[in-house]
């Protein structure tokens, strides 16, 4: 299996985030990736530096304005007289009045959806490199390969169309499966990641050409709160494509494995050709920031079960956080599922 990874992820140093009205150390740093690089590399797993340079994929889920913001917003901001070192919005637009302002102060508020997603000066190349990753992984399962790995960071899935939020700023598993829509007729994507992936579920909620399931902690009780219920089944051609499974707080193995069967089972039923895997660890018992009590027995089963689909298969990175199994985790999880899949 190729891994595709870059170090320009460790441009984006993010300091602090917003939780439960407190300044936090942001857990989203550059050590997580080098843990899991340092694992596959001693496993024999082949380390590739992605090629992709083009910003088409990217425009090809992405509002161009949202882009031009993440390029360009930075040194606008910097400009500002007392500013600080990242730009964080202090106000978000209302669900009425959504005026676009020329302040890049206004605009901070306008493609961000909360407070955990610094912008820094090198977040933009990081962002861009994770998506480079995750186009070439799918490109490599266009040409061939039954499975890739995007090592990416920053993570993706909480991205929208138009906003970023959650640690993410451009979709990578969208960029994913919107390059192998160009080469499959059905694409679907299976999001494993503790938090609902609400950003992929924002780009496809009108299609039925990629089909996007998530199982997730709870949105009552945990982030992103908005997003993730039953109820959302998708809309026109949509409708009947979105599936959430989300599961209570606190679950382990056996919660997260019966909400994962019915996920696979809705997805062997849209029988797609290719399958997109946004892979988080943060369900893990040992995750610092998961609430949640998967072992890495319940992940093995995790990977074994996706295996059994049996499509080719782009896994990207999303969330799962440092601790001391995170490398092996990933490690023995891509072992299992490119032995099968």
């Not at 039954?146 to 090592?151: E, P, R």
């Not at 027995?297 to 199994?325: N, R, T």
Request: hydrophobic content about 45%; glycine content about 12%.
């Amino acid at each position: 299996m190729k891994v595709f990874h870059s170090d320009v992820h460790a441009l984006h140093q993010p300091r602090m985030f917003l939780k439960a009205g407190q300044l936090v150390p942001n857990p989203e740093t550059a050590a997580r990736a080098h843990a899991i690089v340092h694992a596959l590399g001693g496993a024999g797993f082949e380390l590739v530096a992605p090629t992709y340079q083009g910003l088409d994929a990217v425009l090809a889920v992405h509002d161009a304005g949202l882009v031009r913001f993440l390029e360009t917003g930075y040194q606008a901001w910097a400009r500002l007289p007392n500013a600080g070192a990242e730009i964080v919005a202090n106000t978000h637009p209302g669900g009425r009045f959504r005026h676009r302002p020329e302040s890049v102060i206004g605009q901070a508020g306008f493609y961000t959806q909360d407070a955990a997603c610094p912008i820094a000066a090198g977040t933009w190349q990081a962002a861009l490199a994770a998506a480079g990753c995750a186009a070439d992984a799918a490109l490599a399962v266009m040409g061939g390969a039954a499975s890739a790995y995007a090592l990416c960071r920053p993570p993706g899935h909480h991205a929208t169309r138009s906003q970023v939020g959650g640690f993410c700023y451009l979709n990578n598993a969208a960029v994913a499966a919107q390059l192998l829509r160009s080469q499959f007729e059905r694409v679907a994507i299976l999001d494993v990641d503790v938090h609902h992936g609400n950003g992929t579920q924002d780009i496809f909620y009108d299609r039925s050409d990629v089909f996007f399931a998530s199982i997730h902690g709870d949105p009552d009780g945990f982030y992103p709160f908005f997003s993730g219920t039953p109820a959302e089944c998708g809309e026109g051609e949509g409708l009947g494509f979105n599936l959430n499974l989300p599961f209570p707080v606190g679950s382990g193995d056996a919660e997260v494995m019966r909400a994962l069967a019915s996920a696979l089972a809705a997805v062997r039923s849209y029988a797609p050709q290719a399958l997109v895997l946004s892979l988080g660890f943060d369900a893990h018992e040992k995750d610092p920031h998961g609430a949640h009590r998967v072992s890495t027995a319940g992940f093995m089963a995790m990977a074994q079960a996706i295996s059994e689909l049996g499509l080719p298969c782009v896994a990207v990175q999303e969330g799962g956080y440092l601790h001391e199994e995170l490398g092996s985790l990933a490690r023995d999880f891509l072992r299992v599922l490119s032995g099968h899949c």
